[in-house]
């Protein structure tokens, strides 16, 4: 089994995307060092931010054991939790056709069941305006998609097998299920999954991490410890 000496960097806010990372690194029991990106101040526009994560959104990390020995950054979540899945063996399968179901509900997170979501978020909350169509077209999609996992959790434990990353990938933005206008009690086996994977001890320490208690310098991001 791959282990870890040095601690991975973790470029952090605490969004669903976010917690993704969390969730992993907790559920790895690896070292690791959280570095806060205060999206509301725009750090994640700075130049050493960039570096790391060009799109300008986290997570994003450093691996300072990466490939061969020598560091690698990765940015966007489902590539983290991929390559991270990979390096330790854990909660991502090595049969290929195991791969595959795992990938295919991964990747429907990350172009679906997330963007989706955030914009009927953003449209019944956040929006300066109050757009009938936007509101209606949005509200009708996450109906949609909680229906398509709540059907396809009939009779699993978990989305794809084995708990996977796919589960972890789902599971912080399916927890919001408020912000997007879903009524959860309609989706009974959602209810059930999001119970099952919220009582495992690894997703309660991620959940549980604080926001940073007091404002850092303007020239560097905030870094705190992980709990626990």
């Avoid at 725009?42 to 560091?71: C, H, M, W, Y």
């Avoid at 097998?161 to 959602?190: C, K």
């Amino acid at each position: 089994m791959t282990t870890q000496t040095q601690r991975i960097e973790l470029y952090y806010a605490a969004t669903p995307n976010g917690r993704k990372a969390t969730i992993m690194l907790e559920e790895l029991g690896v070292p690791y060092h959280l570095n806060y990106v205060r999206i509301s101040r725009g750090e994640q526009f700075r130049p050493e931010f960039l570096a790391i994560s060009p799109n300008n959104k986290i997570p994003a990390i450093v691996d300072p054991e990466g490939p061969g020995g020598t560091p690698i950054s990765i940015f966007e979540s489902g590539a983290i939790l991929k390559y991270l899945g990979g390096k330790f063996g854990r909660f991502y399968p090595v049969d290929p056709r195991a791969q595959v179901e795992v990938d295919q509900w991964l990747f429907w997170q990350v172009a679906g069941f997330g963007p989706m979501l955030g914009q009927a978020a953003h449209f019944l909350h956040d929006a300066p305006t109050r757009e009938a169509y936007a509101v209606q077209r949005f509200s009708n999609e996450a109906q949609r998609l909680y229906r398509v996992l709540d059907t396809h959790l009939a009779g699993r434990d978990y989305v794809a097998g084995d708990y996977s990353i796919a589960d972890i990938a789902l599971f912080g933005w399916a927890t919001r299920n408020h912000r997007h206008g879903i009524d959860i009690a309609a989706f009974p086996n959602v209810v059930t999954w999001l119970e099952r994977i919220g009582a495992r001890p690894a997703v309660q320490a991620a959940l549980a991490i604080p926001e940073p208690a007091a404002p850092v310098a303007p020239a560097a991001f905030g870094v705190v410890q992980p709990a626990g």
